[in-house]
C-alpha cells in the first residue's frame, strides 16, 4: 500500500528566510502525480504546487519548488523569501492509480516569526 | 473558480444522532470526496463518489455512509453518532479530465464536528 510520510510535525522560519518542508512516499507506481496542498488556520485547503512523476524538471510556483528525487521517493517543498501568509499547515498528498484517491501525510505545520 | 461548499462550518450533536453533512461543488466534476482530518493523521479518505449514485468505500468507511443523488451534491451521513467521529470533516472534488489541470483535488471549507 502506498504511503507518504512527513517527518516533521512542526517548523519554524523567520520572514524573508527559505525553509524546506520533506516528504517521503512509497509505491511501487511509476506513473503518479504528487501535490503540496497548504491549509492556513481556520481557512480552505488550497493547492500549492504538483508534480508529474514522467517529468524529471522540478515544479516551481513562484517562491515555492520542489526537489522531486524519484529514485529516492523523495519530494520536498522549498519556500524562499518566507512571509506570514505562508503560515499554515502543509500536506504532502500521493494520488494513487486510478488517479482518483489521493493519500496524504500527516503535515507539517509552519510558523513564520516577523 | 471552483466553489466547494459545506453546509456547515460548526456542528454539534449528541451521541445517537443521526447526522447529515452535506458537500455542494459548482464545476459540474465528476468526483467528489469526504476526508476526516485529524491531529496527527493528515486526511483520511471516507468514501468518494465518481458519477451520480456511484460510491466506492475508502480507507475509513465504518460508521459511515453517503449518498449522490445529484452530480453537484455529495452528502455524509452518520447514521448514529458516537464521541469518536469529533473530527474536522472536508468535502473535495474533482475533474477526470486529462487536461492540465486534471486530477487537481478542490476542498470546501470544512466542518468541524463534535459529538458529545
Known sequence: ?114 | DVKVTQSSRYLVKRTGEKVFLECVQDMDHENMFWYRQDPGLGLRLIYFSYDVKMKEKGDIPEGYSVSREKKERFSLILESASTNQTSMYLCASSSTSRGYLSYEQYFGPGTRLTVT
Open chain 1, 1 to 114: 500500500a502506498q504511503t507518504v510520510t512527513q517527518s516533521q510535525p512542526e517548523m519554524s522560519v523567520q520572514e524573508a528566510e527559505t525553509v524546506t518542508l520533506s516528504c517521503t512516499y512509497d509505491t511501487s507506481e511509476s506513473d503518479y502525480y504528487l501535490f503540496w496542498y497548504k491549509q492556513p488556520p481556520s481557512r480552505q485547503m488550497i493547492l500549492v504546487i504538483r508534480q508529474e512523476a514522467y517529468k524529471q524538471q522540478n515544479a516551481t510556483e513562484n517562491r515555492f519548488s520542489v526537489n522531486f528525487q524519484k529514485a529516492a521517493k523523495s519530494f520536498s517543498l522549498k519556500i524562499s523569501d518566507s512571509q506570514l501568509g505562508d503560515a499554515a499547515m502543509y500536506f504532502c498528498a500521493y494520488l494513487a492509480g486510478g488517479y482518483n484517491k489521493l493519500i496524504f501525510g500527516a503535515g507539517t505545520r509552519l510558523a513564520v516569526h516577523p
